[in-house]
């Protein structure tokens, strides 16, 4: 299970690092790219390394169960918030 599951995360942040580095490449002008790509960098990194540290602090206060549900939720927020902001995005005008 923790094999299958580093697999996916491996995946997922491959794709996402994909499709980041590919919308830089397609709609950012040739002197902003290095400044386009840290930005992703720090967008993508800060949250990656906060969420599990704030975890874990959580889980040493309230206890495992606690500290895993506010994460699972903390992430269904986010992910339903970028979902949202692709679907309005993409809806015509």
Do not use: E
């Amino acid at each position: 299970m923790l094999l299958a599951a580093a697999v996916f995360a491996g995946m997922g942040q491959g794709l996402g690092q994909l499709g980041g580095l590919t919308a830089i490449g397609m709609k950012v002008p040739d002197g902003q790219r290095a400044q386009a790509n840290s930005l992703l960098n720090i967008g993508a990194y800060i949250p990656a390394g906060l969420l599990p540290v704030a975890t874990g602090f959580l889980v040493d206060r309230a206890g495992l169960a606690a500290g895993a549900t506010a994460f699972s939720m903390v992430l269904a927020a986010a992910a339903a918030a970028a979902a949202a902001c692709f679907v309005t995005a993409r809806m015509p005008r």
